[in-house]
């Protein structure tokens, strides 16, 4: 008797840890959920909306292959732009020539290629998401794992986050383009303190690069407009997001809103020398990116 006792003391142990075990895990998981989530700051002021206005001029747009420059090329073709996307010799194109984008070849890296595509071409607006590829990097790791051990180290000279976009804005400068749209990411400049803290560690080793573009950009004398969005949902449009000079504004963000906010601005003189959180009021929690 007293060794079924013994058993029944030790399986009311294991059963409490258990219990104990799943209220922490969801203690944790709600905590975590609410920490990387948008719901402490709420802009209140916002860009207006405008009417979409053809720039009338040849587009270039690097960083097309996919993501929110994929989206940008595909809405511009359906206002009968003149579109062309930059693109490395490796890329992978299937995307653009699906939807019949005119494409040059140049590496952002490379100041003399790109130096070669604008000299050839008249192009008097370029639209710049371009950034380091998950396929670049030297490893690959899950969210949670960039969260504990930091975004995975690159040589700088090796992403086009600051240099690639530095060329191109040098380039842009020089061949006569005059208007500029660059799409970095929250927590760049001002809006440091609006990126959740759990998800900086993530991103601590391209955020002083995507810094240093913006500030070229800014530097450059260029008719600019900088957009930073926070993460991305591969889902539908919202249709609430908006821009705002808040940087203290944080929320989830679908690519095709960061397109259908990028092409706003375009033509919206409004826009002009300022930077922009990208702020979307129905996506302010983590787990409305994986709804879609």
């Known amino acids: 008797m007293s060794s079924v006792k013994k058993d029944m003391n030790i399986i009311s142990i294991i059963l409490r840890s258990l219990g104990y075990l799943l209220i922490a895990s969801i203690v944790i998981s709600s905590t975590y959920l609410i920490l990387m989530s948008g719901v402490y700051h709420t802009p209140t002021t916002f860009l207006s909306s405008s009417n979409y206005v053809s720039p009338a001029n040849k587009i270039l747009i690097v960083g097309g292959t996919r993501g929110a420059g994929l989206e940008i090329a595909r809405k511009l073709l359906d206002r009968g732009e003149d579109v062309t996307a930059m693109v490395r010799s490796t890329s992978n194109v299937e995307k653009l020539n699906q939807l019949g984008v005119k494409q040059v070849i140049a590496d952002a890296l490379i100041k003399e290629q790109v130096q070669a595509i604008f000299s050839q071409n008249s192009y008097g607006t370029v639209i710049s998401a371009l950034g380091t590829s998950a396929k670049d990097l030297p490893s690959r790791q899950n969210f949670i794992q960039s969260m504990i051990y930091g975004q995975v180290k690159m040589d700088p000279n090796k992403r086009p986050d600051f240099i690639g976009n530095r060329n191109i804005i040098d380039s842009a400068k020089t061949f006569g383009a ?115």
């Open 178 to 292: 005059n208007r500029f749209i660059l799409i970095t990411v929250i927590g760049t400049g001002q809006s440091h303190d609006a990126l959740p803290l759990p998800a900086r560690r993530g991103h601590n080793e391209v955020i002083p690069l995507k810094a240093k573009a913006e500030n070229h950009l800014r530097d450059s004398g260029l008719a600019f407009t900088i957009i930073r969005p926070g993460g991305f949902s591969n889902g539908q449009s919202s249709g609430k997001a908006k821009l705002t000079e808040d940087h203290l504004a944080f929320s989830y963000i679908a690519r095709v809103d960061v397109a259908n906010l990028a092409i706003e601005a375009l033509g919206n003189d409004e826009s002009i020398g300022k930077t922009f959180n990208a702020y979307d009021s129905d996506m302010l929690h983590l787990y409305r990116i994986f709804m879609d």
